[in-house]
């Protein structure tokens, strides 16, 4: 007969690409979503809380990898249906504002948060469910909307702790980006399936402009790129005539940023009064921008010079010049209600990976420097993207949808902030009532009950309770402020030792033998009183 | 040539057996777990939050339905590795106490919220996705850590809005459960796996009760049970000696309310101090309920009664007597604290469905009567659970680790709440600034902007503003309370109308013709007041 196998034990694992988070990690989190969805609220967005699974169906296949649009998310079927969780906020909403669609009122602006998951490759600090914090605008088809999540998104940005001049929220529009694929002839609006492969090669070409430069993407626009590892990617094979107006296109940030930046100079300088005001007859705003400080009336210009760099390159395509016309109006909303140029961006080089954008796009980015993995300083970089998708609730209805949003990556942001040290998550742990006399644990759980009566976070030490050193070990583990003790004789005296750990720990380091031996961390009070004198030691180390 | 088939549009569902949550839904929610969190926090408890998606191996089979050990979860292979969806948040919490055994404090006292996911048939009222909200200690063996839970789940009750006397937490130990089984002979303590059929089918039996009543229980227990579609199930086949205790047990509960109930009619008359003195005396209690009010010291002896009642039952089994002194440990640390048999009550009849559970089990219970989907008055029931589970932890590791810990099914209370009326999630949606002029987009924006500001909730309609009514109906419908109004004529005198929406619906209701011409309901304001004058009208329905 053969030996019985024995069953291996299971092994204590998240699976791969998945963490768990602790303590101040959860409530850091909850905070910012909490001030993020203050924000939201504020500007008239309702919540909406969808569940993590959806119709495959329903998802759609939109995730920024085309060249495996089948994968990328976690898929299961059950009853002949198959189901997805979902990979982002947005197919949700669009699947919503399909099926309520005689019920909601439009514009039907909403908000949502949660957990998104990836079946993508994991990497560092890249896993594979993370939150999101959305806000989307779905039926209006005013570029308003766009200007209004833009602004919002900024507020949003310093409500949760990145100040001014720490982050930038760049605009682009798909509308400047298919004008200059019409003026290349890679776009023919009579036919839009047409080149379809090309434009792809292109789209992902100037995606990586800040990897390849620009002799990279010019190698992809025509036959074709070699990496240093040696492979090839084939490119879009255009001519030298196409590439034209793309390459214009793909330096035209570098370009606009530098005039931009020699503009400043000069106005900076003294007299420069007389460059801005040529820069603001040209652009015809001297009553809008009368008595603004120098500097404040060039943030409100700015945008418009960017505009108009972009008409010149897309002059003769109808779209692109819609489209700039869009950036315009969105800039010049934003301006109205002081958010100028030192925040919001005209930026050509913005393109967002995921292929259901129609218009506007914009892109949040952390401008300062953190250290890598490796010590190296970098810009943090992105930490909220959106855009114009109008055609999302199309493909359930037929009929036509216009809708605009915006996705904070919430764990990208916390980490930003955990960077830069401006996390305040509570990390002081809770009063511990020790227990000397195991008998009497109706007497200490009554201890602890009166602290928490008070507001004060307190807990009985429930391990084993023989060894004192062990409760004390705890006590610090839990980064307990404040202990609590009552030995036979302090019960029958109807007192409590109160030992503050905080102070504990600081004597321990510094203190020396004749001041340690004084025991000025402990105090006994009487049973009575402990709840006012627990709260004088916690008070102390506020 | 074959003719392209066209591609039928996605169906715009949620899947079945799930559902989305808007607004208040949303809110109310959120603030119901931020309270919960608060009340476990403040007796110690730290937060985790683990990813929805755990191995199938870490999370084992622990679902109550043993007739299926292998459904009820979402599952799908990944990379040669079955993941599926937690089911709970207990079974990831084994996990990570397995996983992180050398870094945590112990006891570990953690609280997790979330969504938790069933594959399991949807009815009314019962999704696939929904809430649970728990607190668990890993690491104390003592019984004085599930009297903590139980307390505190008392407290966490109270401080979302149920008041005392409308639930009761129900307190039983599956060591009184596997004594009457050995008492029944159908658990041998030497074998453990023997009769392991027969106990499945009792403890099924015993959680029916409500149902089945007394003889279907029996039928059970004996050859099986004709259920009115003519259905057979199959019983544990015992025979009547057997059968004796096992219904006794089933009887207990019924019978220990009723003599409870005769002894408070007897004490609450005229002279029942007699009476009462006689219990305390019996369970020489004399001086701890000194001074007591009469039905608060009643209220201390009841929990002592039902264990001593039980204690009859399972005496000739160790293991029995052992869950018995447990209970009564239990009901005295709480009674000590204050928590009185009018709150924590020793039920026999209260089982938990999971296998898991190997000491104290509790459940939560509203004893208030709701209407069903029928009208018909019925008792809300149980609202949360939990229990001892002290080998979770081990399958990981082999190391016996002592576990205890509630979970709180916070839809259902959420639905309790609302079926009372209690609560009070926000239903006043945003001030609107209506478009009177869509080329002054930016004027309206700028408004409201300076609304928000101000910390007032405030939007601009978005939607075509060709027709004025539609705007008020969009108002109407997000329950605004305010709109703003600016035209051409009150631009150019710098005023705004504001329309108080909430006095012009009522009025629309009331006013005589003479009163609704005089336009009570609407006021002109400079628009340097704009804030003040808005705040105003939302003081006035306060």
Known sequence: MAKEKKQPRPKAETPKGFRDYFGAE????????????EVYRLHGFDPLETSAVETVEALGKFLPDVDRPNEGVFAFEEDDTWLALRYDLTAPLARVAAQYRNDLP??????????????????????????????????????????????????TLEAVGIPRGDYIVRVNNRKVLNGVMEVAEILDPTNPDKFAYERGVVLRAIDKLDRLGVD????????????????????????????????????????????????????????G?????????????????????????????????????LRSIVKSSMCGVEGVSELETIS??????????????????????LGYYTGPVFEAELTF???????????????????????????????????????????RLLAALR???RLTGETQGPVIVTVMDRDRMAD?????????????????????????????????????????????????????QLKDLILGAKLAQEATLEEWKSQPAQVEVPLAYLVEETRKLLDRHR
Chains 1, 2 share one sequence.
């Open 444 to 496: 200490y759980q009554a201890m602890a009950a009166t602290l928490r009566q008070a507001g004060i976070r307190a807990e009985v030490y429930l391990g084993n309770p023989k060894n004192f050193g062990n409760q004390l070990k705890y006590a610090d583990k839990r980064a307990s402020p404040v202990a609590v003790i009552q030995g036979e004789d302090e019960a029958l005296r109807g007192v409590v």
């Open 216 to 271: 990279g993407v010019r190698a992809l626009l025509g036959e074709g790129r070699k990496d240093e590892s040696g492979d090839f990617t084939k490119g879009a094979g255009l001519n030298a005539e196409q590439m034209l107006p793309l390459i214009e296109f793909v330096n035209a940030h570098t370009a606009i940023q530098s005039d931009l930046a020699s503009y400043q100079q000069e106005i900076d300088a003294p007299g």
């Open 273 to 309: 009064e007389r460059v801005l005001q040529g820069m603001v007859a040209f652009q015809k705003r001297e009553n809008e921008l009368l008595g603004l400080p120098k500097m404040e009336a060039f943030n409100r210009v700015k945008n418009q010079f960017a505009a108009d760099y």
């Open 419 to 421: 960077a830069k040290g």
């Open 332 to 353: 010049n909303l934003l301006a109205a209600q002081g958010y100028g140029g030192d925040r919001i961006v005209i930026d050509p080089s913005v393109v967002r990976g």
């Open 369 to 411: 420097e953190i250290l890598d993995e490796k010590g190296r300083p970098r810009q943090f970089g992105s930490v909220a993207g959106g855009g114009r998708y109008d055609d999302l609730v199309k493909r359930f209805t037929g009929q036509e949808v216009p809708a605009t949003g915006v996705s904070i990556g919430v764990d």
């Open 106 to 155: 439009f514009p039907y602006r909403r908000y949502a948060m949660g957990p998104v998951w990836r079946n993508e490759k994991p990497g560092p600090g890249r896993f594979r469910q993370f939150y999101q914090c959305d806000a989307d605008t779905v039926g209006a088809p005013s570029v308003a909307a766009d200007a209004e999540i833009c602004g919002m998104l900024a507020d």
């Open 26 to 37: 959860v409530t850091e989190r909850q905070q910012m979503l909490e001030k993020i969805a």
